[in-house]
Structures are given as C-alpha cells and as structure tokens.
C-alpha cells in the first residue's frame, strides 16, 4: 500500500483568540464523563462519513471505541460534538497533549463554519488548560482541510510518512 506523506501543523494559543461561531440553531457539546454508547456511535458515524471520500480512516466502531477509551491521552471533556436538530453533525476528538486527533463534520452540513467552530473551541479549551499550541497532522493531499487550518492560523512544522 502507498505510504502518505502527513503535514504537521501547530498553532501557538493565546487568551485573545477569534471565539467559536456556531451556525444557527447549533450547538456544541462534549462526550459525558462516563460517555454514553449512545453517544460515541453518534460520534463514530460521523466520523466514518466524514472520512468516506478520503482525508483519512475510521476504523470500525468495535475497533475504535474501545481503543479510544483505554488510551492514556484519552479525555471524554476533549470530545467536541456540533449537535443540529438533535444530531451529531461534526465531531473534533483531541489528545490531552494539545492534539487534534480527528476533525470530521458531515458531507451534509459542511462548509457553513461547523469546522472552524469546532477548530476554535479545541483551541480555547487547551488554552485554557495551559498548552502554549496546538498540533495536528492532515495527509499532504487533503487541500480542503489544510486550507482550514492555514486560514486559522495554523503553519507547517514537519512533514513525515504517515
Ligand atoms: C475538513 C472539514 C472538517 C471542514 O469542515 P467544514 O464544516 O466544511 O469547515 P468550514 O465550513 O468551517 O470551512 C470550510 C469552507 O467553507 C467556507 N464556509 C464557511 N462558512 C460558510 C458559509 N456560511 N457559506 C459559504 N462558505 C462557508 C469556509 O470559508 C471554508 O472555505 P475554503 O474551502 O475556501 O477554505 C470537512 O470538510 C471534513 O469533514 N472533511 C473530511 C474529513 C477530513 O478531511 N478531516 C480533516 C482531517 S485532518
């Protein structure tokens, strides 16, 4: 299988950043303290559809899941869901070292700012945890995604094998 290449990009945080916008009638959440199955499915699916036409992976949920739950870096409170009309609709999963692990909104509700706010909330929480940036890795060829993170702020530090 051909390897991807991955960009690493960082942001550094401060108090005084853009706050999180969300479209109307949307609102944002994060997974339980004991999170519900429920919940994480809702949080799977979008991120399978999310990942359909590419940008990365999702693994099964059975796989996933489980595998989330157990890591170390692992915080129920670092779990951003955009919930629309009772939905998840965009999720963000990030690591407690200041990383955003996975970004994915729904085909159907995207470029309305569902990305962005949900970038900006992670952004505010780890500031607000102390973290001085924030890092993330995008495959190379997933355009959409890095324009995103450029137009946040975010700048290349490394590119690697994925
Ligand atoms: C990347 C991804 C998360 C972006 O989500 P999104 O909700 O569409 O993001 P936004 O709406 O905030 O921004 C996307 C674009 O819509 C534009 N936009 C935002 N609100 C808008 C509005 N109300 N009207 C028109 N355009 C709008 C933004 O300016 C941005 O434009 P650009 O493509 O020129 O940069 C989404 O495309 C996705 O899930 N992709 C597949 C998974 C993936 O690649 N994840 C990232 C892996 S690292």
């Avoid at 944002?28 to 799977?44: I, S, V, Y």
Wanted: charged share 25%.
């Amino acid at each position: 299988m051909a390897q991807h290449l991955v960009l690493r990009m960082r942001r550094e945080l401060s108090a005084d950043m853009e706050q999180p916008l969300w479209p109307a009638g949307m609102t944002c959440r994060t997974l339980a303290p004991k999170p519900d199955k429920r919940d994480a499915m809702a949080a799977h699916s979008v991120l399978e559809a999310g990942f359909w036409e590419g940008g990365g992976g999702a693994p099964i949920f059975r796989k996933w899941w489980p595998e989330l739950r157990k890591d170390s870096e692992f915080d129920p409170a670092l779990v951003f869901l955009a919930i629309e009309h009772g939905e998840v609709i965009g999720m963000a999963q990030c690591w407690t070292s200041a990383f955003i692990k996975d970004l994915a909104v729904h085909p159907r509700a995207r470029r309305r700012g569902v990305g962005r706010a949900l970038m900006l909330t992670a952004f505010h929480a780890f500031a607000k945890r102390g973290a001085a940036h924030v890092d993330l890795k995008v495959r190379e060829e997933n355009a959409n995604a890095q324009r995103l993170y450029r137009d946040l702020g975010m700048t290349v530090i490394a590119r690697e094998p994925g």
